[in-house]
Nanobody, 126 residues
Framework: QGQLVESGGGLVQPGGSLRLSCASSGLTLSYYSVGWFRQAPGMEREFVGAVRKSSGNTYYYADSVKGRFTVSRDNVKNTVYLEMNRLNPEDTALYYC??????????????????WGQGTQVTVSS
């Protein structure tokens, strides 16, 4: 069974940075598209960014994080990262990684991903 494990969350001040990791013991992540999603209390789960497995790797981002967040892969470590810079309180949420094979039009849809981690909390506060 595929299992994803997120790590790297924590408390950070506004303007700070964090790097989240998504590792798997049962999946070879290079075979999948991997997305990052977040959910704040009382809010719907929203797309943050993704790397799509295609002929190469193509990256997609939500407008709210474009230019601040970066998704990357390390196939040797079987890990996908979410580098988050210039964090603000609106970025506070539980962050999830997910793996699957979504078609291009569904890359931002959480329902298009089959495997999910348990999430890691990111809190941006002074």
């Amino acid at each position: 069974q595929g299992q994803l494990v997120e790590s790297g969350g924590g408390l950070v001040q506004p303007g700070g940075s964090l790097r989240l990791s998504c590792a798997s013991s049962g999946l070879t992540l290079s075979y999948y598209s991997v997305g990052w999603f977040r959910q704040a209390p009382g809010m719907e789960r929203e797309f943050v960014g993704a790397v799509r497995k295609s002929s190469g790797n193509t990256y997609y981002y939500a407008d709210s994080v474009k230019g601040r967040f970066t998704v990357s892969r390390d196939n040797v470590k079987n890990t996908v990262y979410l580098e988050m810079n210039r964090l603000n309180p609106e970025d506070t949420a539980l962050y999830y990684c997910a793996a699957g094979q979504p078609i291009l039009s569904a890359i931002r849809s959480w329902s298009a991903y089959r495997y999910w981690g348990q999430g890691t909390q990111v809190t941006v506060s002074s």
